[in-house]
């Protein structure tokens, strides 16, 4: 069986905007993230989910797809957490605390040294190297399973650039930012290499659904 | 966790027609199935597929959430064979051979008892009762897991009656039988009991995805 790469549950504004310049410890997206994620929110299948309900309709088929035959997941050191530059505060172990979502091991690309460390189910380790590098490696502990990009959008772009995602699920919301990082400026940029469906859902959002040519 | 009882990849023509009044050895269906089924023969989860490749985009997400965190099937005999009464030929094992889609045990119902059998990683056990019952005994089968609904149309209709139906997928083609048996006039009828999603697919056919209020 054939191991992917796949990205899910990417959101970005109209405008292609997926986070703000001001990444902080109060504001982790670096703007409003409910304006990007808000139809996870409302989904059954959402992690944050405290009390039973919750939809089950097309958005649902999105969320719980983020774990469906996932055994590892690649990030960029800004999605794990604001800190820049050599690791001072090994305190601060993500944003998740101990009860992650991700029970598999995790790659935090950083060109900064830092032990691995548990946090639940879930093994965060820092590799620095080339995408394809650290890819085989994330292959190898996935142990036949496939290998989750789980961004933010620097490293997604890092990625697509080497050519190395096979599919992509990215939900477009109906907000413009004007400003911050961007993965595109049309998802049209993609249709070279990718075969895409776009399907528009009841809740507002724009599934793009983009698989390797 | 809520056991739910689900179908899916149900396909109906645009008239609601979801097999045709002469199943045969030589017509599972009794119709034409390909104009019903022909989007799940192009993606890559197709348990048919026997070349690598096929599409990734929206249709595949419904092919292969078949088996997502399943742990029973139930169905009716007319699914599994086109015998009608007592049992007269074990030799019949259904339409799969050894080499099924199901992988865990599944319910089929009749009125004629025959014993159950092994075939591959699949327990086919026949079974008279209420739904409700049956469903009991398929719940307590999947440990935990859901139980999928898997047809024909008689056996969602009584279902569907008996108001025992959590999720519902049901794809429909752009093709009109006429006759046949049914599952609606519309899906309207359902709207009073179930949230619906009606989502476009770039292959024409239109995924409804029902959800109990």
Known sequence: ???????????VSSDGVAAGPDQSMDSPFGLDQSKLMFWVMGTASWVGRSEVGGTRGLDDYFTREFSRNIGAEIMGRNKFGPQRGPWTD?????????DTPFHTPVYVMTHHERPSFEAGDTTFHFVDGE???????????????DVRL??????????????????????VS???????????DSPDELRDRFDLDVVPSPSGVVHHLFWRK
């Open 1 to 11: 069986m054939e191991q992917l790469l796949r990205v899910h549950n990417f959101c």
């Open 131 to 145: 995408p394809a590098d650290i890819l085989a490696q994330a292959k190898r502990a996935a142990d036949g399973r």
């Open 90 to 98: 090994h305190e601060w172990r993500g944003w998740w605390g101990e």
């Open 174 to 184: 109906p907000v413009r930012f004007g400003s911050g990082l961007r993965l595109w």
């Open 150 to 171: 789980g961004g933010g959008v620097t490293t997604i772009r890092e990625f697509l650039d080497a050519d190395l995602v096979d599919t992509m699920h990215v939900a």
